[in-house]
């Protein structure tokens, strides 16, 4: 990888700063950005490495949900006692994310800053009526993810968490990619009293809801009302490990598994 | 730009200069002679490079050295009690003969202690499901996840020893 000058600070004001630098870049866990710079696909002239920063760690319960810190590692989101009671589908998700030493070091804020399209919490930040909270303001989750690997962050904008809403039910499925472990196609389905929301991860070029399986279930919460819901392949991903029609129909079939792990 | 970096091996205190671009697994191999530690595939897939910060499994190719500042770390090197006798995860290996040519044992390995430790009793389906993150290219699973369950049991009968770690 090129050279870079590293720098760990202690608050987030000295991150904010440090982060004005030109072409600085910020480091959760580096589980996707060490990749990166080790393929010398980036080079940034400063890394701002946010593990030290105590008030960026940590699961609060909060009125209504969970408020989990940026830099909190995807492991403890996944064997968190909170998460697993107030949003166990929220625990899954992310005790699922790669493998065991990708867990340990990935972070949630690394993760949705990113936006990979395969990348798995995107899908729950989305289904489960989040709010990015951000060092200058609050950014609705529905807003948060723009494109492919695009959000609606600025460049030296650092999220510092995100607030969950606590859903009446909810359950996250998955094709993985056994190489990467990344989704194939993701299913978040999460309900909130008559509202149903359906987040699908993998399948496009960035998280989407699928109205049709949405109002598929709104109208009846059970796997069986999705039988026979299609979901169009026009603009899903298409690569060596799946077509888009394949990605279409994987949705579904997603969505319905992950109507099996309702909690 | 050269950095003084400072962490735990194998309980012994550790002090370099170097290129802050340097892998943890650089650091362990190349500056630390430690080379128990292996490079196999360098993308984050393989496992071969695991290594504990902190009591965790981690993969040594995937995080810079000054990254693990001031944490402890712990190798294969650092398993066997000082009189050479093997961790009991390492003897499991080779009692059930855990290897083929042995490339992807290290990191086996300290997976396996590092989930053992978290989850005493484990199923042979999770043992599979929990080394996902280790590949062995001999495709010698069978007598790997036969070692690990072995080890598993071995280690709760050495509480004792494993906390010390």
């Known amino acids: 990888m090129y050279a870079f000058s590293y720098q760990r600070p202690k608050t987030l004001a000295e991150a904010a700063n440090a982060l004005k630098a030109e072409d600085a870049k910020l480091l959760g866990g580096g589980q996707t950005l060490l990749p990166t710079l080790k393929q010398r696909l980036a080079r940034p002239s400063d890394l701002i490495d946010l593990s030290a920063i105590p008030d960026l760690k940590g699961v609060r319960e909060v009125a209504g949900g969970l408020e989990i810190g940026a830099f909190t590692r995807h492991a403890e989101v996944g064997q968190s006692e909170v998460v697993r009671r107030v949003i166990p589908a929220l625990a899954g998700l992310a005790g699922n994310i790669g493998d065991r030493q990708v867990r340990h070091m990935g972070t949630l804020g690394g993760s949705i800053a990113n936006a990979d399209p395969a990348a798995d919490y995107p899908a729950a930040v989305v289904a489960l009526k989040t709010v990015v909270v951000t060092d200058r303001r609050e950014i609705p989750g529905d807003d948060f993810f723009t494109g492919m690997f695009e959000t609606a962050l600025q460049p030296d904008e650092i999220v510092t968490a995100v607030r969950f809403t606590k859903p009446d039910q909810a359950g996250y499925a998955k094709f993985r990619n056994p190489a990467s472990r990344y989704a194939v196609v993701g299913v978040f389905v999460a309900k909130f009293g008559a509202e149903v929301r359906v987040a699908v991860t993998g399948a496009g070029p960035s998280v989407f809801r699928a109205d049709a399986l949405e109002a598929a279930l709104a109208a009846d919460f059970r796997a069986e009302a999705l039988d026979g819901v299609a979901v169009d392949a026009d603009g899903l991903n298409a690569d060596i490990h799946a077509s888009a029609e394949y990605r279409a129909h994987l949705v579904t079939v997603m969505a319905k598994r992950a109507m099996g792990t309702l909690e | ?165």
């Open chain 2, 1 to 165: 730009m050269p950095s003084r970096v400072t962490m735990t091996v194998n309980g012994k205190t550790v002090s370099r200069e170097v290129e802050e671009r340097t892998l943890l697994v650089t650091f362990l191999r190349d500056h630390l002679g430690l080379t128990g530690t292996h490079v196999g595939c360098d993308t984050s897939q393989c496992g071969a490079c695991v290594v504990h910060i902190d009591g965790r499994s981690v993969k040594a190719c995937t995080a810079l050295a000054v990254q693990v500042e001031g944490c402890s770390v712990t190798t294969i090197e650092g398993l066997a009690a000082a009189d050479g006798t093997l961790h009991p995860m390492q003897a499991a290996f080779r009692e059930h003969h855990g290897l083929q040519c042995g490339f992807c044992t290290p990191g086996m390995v300290m997976s396996a202690v590092d989930l053992v430790r978290e989850t005493p009793d484990l199923t042979e389906q999770e043992v599979r499901n929990a080394l996902d993150g280790n590949i062995c290219r001999c495709t010698g699973y069978h007598n790997i996840v036969k070692a690990v369950l072995a080890g598993a049991e071995a280690m709760k009968a050495e509480p004792s020893r494993i906390a010390a770690e």
